[in-house]
Every structure is written in C-alpha cells, then in structure tokens.
C-alpha cells in the first residue's frame, strides 16, 4: 500500500466536526479532515467499540508511524489540531496530539507524563489553575464578547515542545440546560481553584 497516495487521496473540504475526525490528523487552518472510509473497515469496527471514532489511538503504531510522516512532510506540527483518549496506551502520539481527559485526575496523570492536555469539566467545576480556557468555547465568549476559531489560536491544541494544558465545559447534548439552571441558581461563573473568573455559563 502507498500510504502517501492513500492520505491524500483521502483529503476532503468538510464541514464534519474537525475534533471528531483531526485526531487522524486533521488540519484546522484549511478545514482538511481525512475520510475515515481510507482506513480499513477493522480498525473502524475498533473505534465503535473502543467508543473513541477517529481516535489515531486505534491504529497500530506501525501505520501511524507511516500516516504521521506523510502529513507532516506536507503539514508543520503548528497547524494540526490532534487529540486522543487513548493517550495512555499511545506514547507513539505524543510528538503529534494532546490528551483528551474527562476528568481532573487524568489530566493529573497525563500531565504527569508530559502530554499537553485537553480537560473537559462539568458543570460547575473549579478549572485548575495551571490551565486555560478554550478561547473557541461558548463560556469564553459569554465573559469576553469574542471568540477565536481553532484557527486562530494562540494555544492551538497540537502537540509540541511547548506542553499546555486547556480546559473545556461539556458541551453535549442537555449541557445548556444544565449551565441555564445553574445561572438560575446563582451560579453563573466558570472559576479556577484560586476564584478567579474565567468563563461565564450563560452570556451577562
Ligand atoms: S483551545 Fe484553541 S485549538 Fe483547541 S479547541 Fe479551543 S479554540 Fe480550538
């Protein structure tokens, strides 16, 4: 198989969800996101079941390895945008993605083993201090009056020398129901352990 001829066969303009699909490499300055129809059909039947559809995590090593050369050979690190939930069992990924975690205690542990990290909150959690808001989400907008695209970000989730750890508030379905109530209840503040404001739930 020619993997180079395969990737860029592969490449398509889309306007599907570039989180979903970039942890195979996607490229959030040109909205480039790979078909996952290029990858055969077992890994894909893996992915279902793994629950993580996209996730480089699920492809072996040797491939990625493959796959990861030819996009970066057209592809600087700068422009990916990459993450994965395998991170734990993929060290292979590290140059390339950042690890998506649900919880503080995984972005704890990933941190600990040097990955840049991606959190994702609930409702009403404390952001670790040591972490940012994605200027991309709804909470950061709702404080600032602005947003920045994947595109445009000054702390793009790509993996690098420069280890980062971002933070996000679910965003899933009945996630804005909650974050309603919540300002009904008086709570309408995204804080850091130290109390300091960083997002507001629902726009002041
Ligand atoms: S931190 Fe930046 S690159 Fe990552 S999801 Fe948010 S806006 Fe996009």
Known sequence: MNVTKVIWRGL???NRDVCLLASIGGNSKTSLVFELSLIPTA??????????PGDACMIPPGVWTKVERAILRRYALEFWL????????APHLQATHVASVNSRDKALEARGMDWSVFEVLDVGAPMSSQSALC????????????KIGCGSCPMACNAGAAKKWR????????DA????????????????ERGQV??????A
């Open 12 to 14: 398509s303009k889309s």
């Open 167 to 174: 933070a996000v508030v679910t965003h899933g379905n009945g």
């Open 177 to 192: 129901s909650r974050k309603a109530a919540a300002n009904r209840r008086g709570n309408n503040e995204l804080m850091n």
């Open 198 to 203: 960083k997002g507001l739930y629902v726009a």
């Open 135 to 146: 200027p991309g989400s709804k909470e950061f907008s709702n404080k600032r009056g602005f």
């Open 43 to 52: 890994i894909i039947e893996a992915w279902d079941e793994y629950n993580a």
């Open 82 to 89: 990459a993450y994965t939930h395998g991170w734990d069992g």
